[in-house]
């Protein structure tokens, strides 16, 4: 009986230590070109990046150029974050004449001609972070 009650205890003191971690990902935009709209921030791991639903998003009011959102229980890995100045509250990226109409960057900053690519932008989360994200 000892034995079994010893075996019990092993196994959900390993259970604990089996739970992943999380973290939190504060990221700031600190330079909209207006307080008109909002700030949509999204998340992506490699497979959601520009295909599917971000892993978190968030749209957030714009105060003196500035926004700011937190992404909690993030677990660790490899992320890339799309950030638009959304002016017209839609939730997507407007076009004039084939090029975005709205200001928007990726995490890394690495913007070019054509669509964002995951491996410029992504970074590696394994820790609480903070980030900066200039439009």
Known sequence: MKTFITTIA?????????QET???LKVTVPNATSDKGEMVFAL???ETFMVAAPVQSA????????ATVTFENVAPGEYAII????????QRMD???????ENYNVSGGQMSFG???????KFTLKED???TIRL
């Open 129 to 131: 972070t903070e980030m």
């Open 115 to 121: 669509p964002p690519v995951f491996g410029d932008a």
């Open 95 to 101: 076009f004039k004449d084939g090029m975005p109409a």
């Open 59 to 66: 749209a957030v009011k714009i105060e003196d150029g500035v």
């Open 44 to 46: 992506n791991t490699k």
């Open 83 to 90: 950030v638009l100045h959304d002016l017209n509250g839609n």
């Open 22 to 24: 999380t973290h939190t």
């Open 10 to 18: 092993l196994f959900i003191s390993l259970l604990s230590f089996a």
